[in-house]
Structure formats: structure tokens, C-alpha cells
T-cell receptor
Framework: GAGVSQSPSNKVTEKGKDVELRCDPI?????LYWYRQSLGQGLEFLIY????????KSGLPSDRFSAERTGGSVSTLTIQRTQQEDSAVYLC???????????????FGAGTRLSVL | KQEVTQIPAALSVPEGENLVLNCSFT??????LQWFRQDPGKGLTSLLL?????REQTSGRLNASLDKSSGRSTLYIAASQPGDSATYLC??????????FGAGTRLTVKP
């Protein structure tokens, strides 16, 4: 597709279950970001992948959160033992930035709305 | 602490009116600043990006300004239309990948 694709669009889960959220970035984009948007709040940075470099995990809120990016393309955000405060919209973005001084136009997916009951 | 604040939280205007959305940031050592639009149930769309060395950017009816010294940016929308109704987010990038978002301004343009 032409844009960033995220699946599922909605996910309802029970507290304590594990969930996986998927992101397909724009083809050729080397940078991929995960954000979380809680109700009434701004976006919160979670993790950043750039090419084959080690990801920047500084935004992950706890060790229950992890993310992978296989083959430099598709990424999966995993939340283990979900809790109610994990309920939010999880947004993925990709960009073609190639270096520190490059413009960083991020293209966002529609997000996955996670509800933890 | 690097914070991004957007005022107002919500704004309702009649069609045709010019309007200004405000964004302020506490740390002026920014890398760039972006304005995004978010429609319900959809992802964010980048509207304008201003590099730290620039003062403003324009795209159609949109004009974004940046004043690093005062820690402020404004998004000016001319001749507003009902289709402009959305949430507008300001995002400040501080280094290679640290991007902080404001909570957004929810704009409603009434026909």
C-alpha cells in the first residue's frame, strides 16, 4: 500500500493477556516509530528503529513492552500481561530520514485502539 | 523537562474566519517543529515542518511560524472551511529521534 498500515484497527483484551500490534511502514522507509496516545493527552514516544541500528527503547514505559522490526520492514509491538492503563491508541510512523540533519517527515498509520477490560 | 503545550484545547469558529493555533515549548534547543492534523479514527497527517534555522513555512491556506527564543510556534489558518475541522497537533523534535507532542487543539469550523 501507499501508506503506513497498522493492524488490528481495534483490539479488546482482558487484563493479564498479551497483545501484539503490527505496523507495515511505507516501503523504503528506514525509520519507524511507535507512539501511544492516551485519552486527552499528547502522543508519547515509545520506541524508534533506524535501519540496522540498535533501537532507541527509551520511551517504553515498562519491561512489559517490547518491539521488533524484522528485515528492516514490518514491526510488532508486544505488550505482555496487559493492564487497564495500557488502554490507548498506539500509532506507528515511518520516515525516510537518512541522517541526523535530514528532514523528518513522519507518515502515520491510523493506529490501533487497544482496550484492556 | 521538555514539555509542549497547546492553547486553546478546543476552538470553534464560523466558516471563513482566520484563526491562530498556539504551541509553546520549554526547551528552545529544538531540532525542528511539525504541525500535524489528526482526523477521528485516522492517523496523523504532517502539515508543515519548520527546521530550527527557519522562521516560517507556508502551504496553501496554512502558515506556521517559529520563534525559538521565546519557545513558541503558531499555526495560522486563513479563510477556514468546515473541512478544516480536526485536531491539530504540534510536535517538537529535540534530537535525532526524541519527538514530543502537545495534547492538540480540537478545531470545529461551523458552516
Amino acid at each position: 500500500g501507499a501508506g503506513v498500515s497498522q493492524s488490528p484497527s481495534n483490539k479488546v483484551t482482558e487484563k493479564g493477556k498479551d497483545v501484539e500490534l503490527r505496523c507495515d511502514p511505507i516501503s523504503g522507509h528506514t525509520a519507524l516509530y511507535w507512539y501511544r496516545q492516551s485519552l486527552g493527552q499528547g502522543l508519547e514516544f515509545l520506541i524508534y528503529f533506524q535501519g540496522n541500528s540498535a533501537p532507541d527503547k527509551s520511551g517504553l514505559p515498562s519491561d512489559r513492552f517490547s518491539a521488533e522490526r524484522t528485515g528492516g520492514s514490518v514491526s510488532t509491538l508486544t505488550i505482555q500481561r496487559t493492564q487497564q492503563e495500557d488502554s490507548a491508541v498506539y500509532l506507528c510512523a515511518s520516515s525516510s530520514r537518512a541522517g541526523y540533519d535530514a528532514k523528518n517527515i513522519q507518515y502515520f498509520g491510523a493506529g490501533t485502539r487497544l482496550s484492556v477490560l | 523537562k521538555q514539555e509542549v503545550t497547546q492553547i486553546p484545547a478546543a476552538l470553534s469558529v464560523p466558516e471563513g474566519e482566520n484563526l491562530v493555533l498556539n504551541c509553546s515549548f520549554t526547551d528552545s534547543a529544538i531540532y525542528n517543529l511539525q504541525w500535524f492534523r489528526q482526523d477521528p479514527g485516522k492517523g496523523l497527517t504532517s502539515l508543515l515542518l519548520i527546521q530550527s534555522s527557519q522562521r516560517e513555512q507556508t502551504s496553501g491556506r496554512l502558515n506556521a511560524s517559529l520563534d525559538k527564543s521565546s519557545g513558541r510556534s503558531t499555526l495560522y489558518i486563513a479563510a477556514s472551511q468546515p473541512g478544516d475541522s480536526a485536531t491539530y497537533l504540534c510536535a517538537v523534535e529535540y534530537n535525532n529521534n526524541d519527538m514530543r507532542f502537545g495534547a492538540g487543539t480540537r478545531l470545529t469550523v461551523k458552516p
